[in-house]
């Protein structure tokens, strides 16, 4: 894994603090943890004050954290540099990531990246307008729907170079494509429709029944 940097301190806010309705969450996921395994939490507040923070943890945020859970800075800092889900960086209001992991690579996630780059621009690179960013990740858990992206907290599976580019055209409208796979199947079954356990019953039982009839007695 490459080195992982804080955002230059042109792009650091001065300073963080929880909302109020976060402040209360947070207290609220310290209790879950046993007497003295408090700071055992600093992940899902990490997660937290980067959705308040708009997507990415700015230094600020981490600190605060940090000093919220009784730890030293550079702790919480060890935490946020390693886990890829943490953006160190300002991302765009819909941040894309892009499955590069060989199976989505092999079903076309070379043409994603392609209008990746096109649309948006470079990995990292924030729109103009704000509304977009995008980054390579690893593996997202979504293999048999392969290509797919996740877009913030939403999914889009079974993806084809038009189809992203509708879901992309559609999130600049302020419009609100549906996740999941687009393609013509639930979730991960088979595309067409059931393959197994389509035969009637009753019909099955007949035919069984019939088969047995037909079979020659033993002496």
């Not at 997507?55 to 060890?78: K, M, S, Y």
């Not at 946020?80 to 819909?94: Q, R, S």
Request: overall charge positive.
């Amino acid at each position: 894994m490459s080195v992982r940097r804080l955002a230059p301190p042109e792009q650091q806010p001065k300073d963080f603090a929880f909302s109020r309705a976060n402040l209360e969450w947070a207290q609220a996921q310290v209790k879950k943890y046993p007497e003295g395994r408090q700071q055992s939490a600093v992940i899902p507040l990490l997660w937290r004050a980067q959705e308040q923070a708009g997507g990415w943890l700015p230094e600020a945020a981490i600190r605060h954290v940090a000093d919220f859970l009784g730890l030293a800075h550079i702790r919480a800092l060890e935490v946020a540099t390693f886990y890829t889900m943490f953006n160190l960086e300002p991302v765009g209001k819909f941040h894309v990531q892009l499955c590069g992991t060989t199976p989505c690579r092999l079903r076309g996630a070379d043409d994603l990246e392609k209008l990746c780059k096109k649309k948006i621009g470079e990995q990292g690179h924030v729109t103009e307008d704000g509304k977009f960013s995008w980054v390579e990740v690893e593996c997202l858990g979504a293999c048999v729907n392969a290509p797919m992206v996740q877009i913030n907290a939403d999914y889009y599976e079974d993806l084809t170079k038009e189809s992203f580019n509708q879901i992309l055209d559609a999130l600049a409208a302020g419009k609100k494509p549906k996740p999941g796979p687009q393609v013509k199947r639930q979730l991960s079954a088979p595309a067409g429709g059931p393959t197994t356990l389509v035969a009637d019953v009753p019909a099955a039982k007949k035919s069984s029944a019939t088969s047995s009839k037909s079979k020659p007695k033993s002496n």
